[in-house]
């Protein structure tokens, strides 16, 4: 014997109907609404944002938007220094690139010049290599208000004439594995 689940009188294990109330003793239609419910919560939970889709490669002419902030390139030059105290060594040359950031969002962030790094052709990915900026305004680290937006160069110093240069960018590189997106140079 059992209760009936509605009015709690004895009834047989196997009714399927309560002959008191008359109501299903089935459960089915309630197992399978949770079933439901919980698949929409863990598809909630686990993901469905934009950034599971987020694109990782771009070329150098690209804006990317990641998070309401956009992030460009704007210039890239290639030199072997301007004076004797910025001079690129024998068989190298600095990559400088103007990085702006425009905060879309409705909160301050924070960025960082250490944030991007350079990979070069032979697939070593370098930080940041001068903190003189020569004549150039050079990209920091602060914080942005909430529709601000920052300019400024970041050098690197690699092989003369590599080819196969790409910027990548680290939500926060000390403790991302892995890169959010990256420019690959012209």
């Known amino acids: 014997m059992k209760k009936c689940k509605y009015c709690q009188t004895e009834i047989d294990k196997k009714a399927k109907v309560c002959p008191n109330c008359k109501k299903k003793q089935s459960h089915i239609f309630r197992w399978i609404l949770l079933g439901l419910l919980a698949i929409i919560v863990i598809g909630a939970i686990a993901g469905g944002g934009s950034e599971d889709n987020f694109q ?66 032979d697939g070593v990915e370098a930080s940041v290599y001068s903190i003189t900026a020569e004549d150039d305004v050079q990209l920091n680290s602060g ?16 092989k003369q004439g590599d080819t196969g240069l790409k910027i990548r960018y680290y939500e926060n590189v000390l403790f991302d594995d892995e890169y959010t997106f990256q420019w690959t140079l012209d």
Request: no cysteine; hydrophobic share 30%; aromatic share 12%.
């Open 56 to 121: 990782k490669d771009y070329k150098q002419s690209d804006v990317v938007t990641y998070k309401d902030v956009t992030y460009s390139i704007t210039k890239v030059e290639k030199t072997k220094g301007s004076n004797e105290y910025f001079q690129a060594k024998e068989g190298y040359e600095y990559v400088k690139a103007t990085i702006k950031i425009e905060n879309k969002s409705d909160e301050k962030i924070s960025y960082n010049a250490l944030d991007f790094q350079m990979v070069n052709g």
């Open 143 to 158: 914080e942005l208000d909430a529709g601000g937006k920052v300019e400024g160069v970041i050098i690197w110093e690699q």
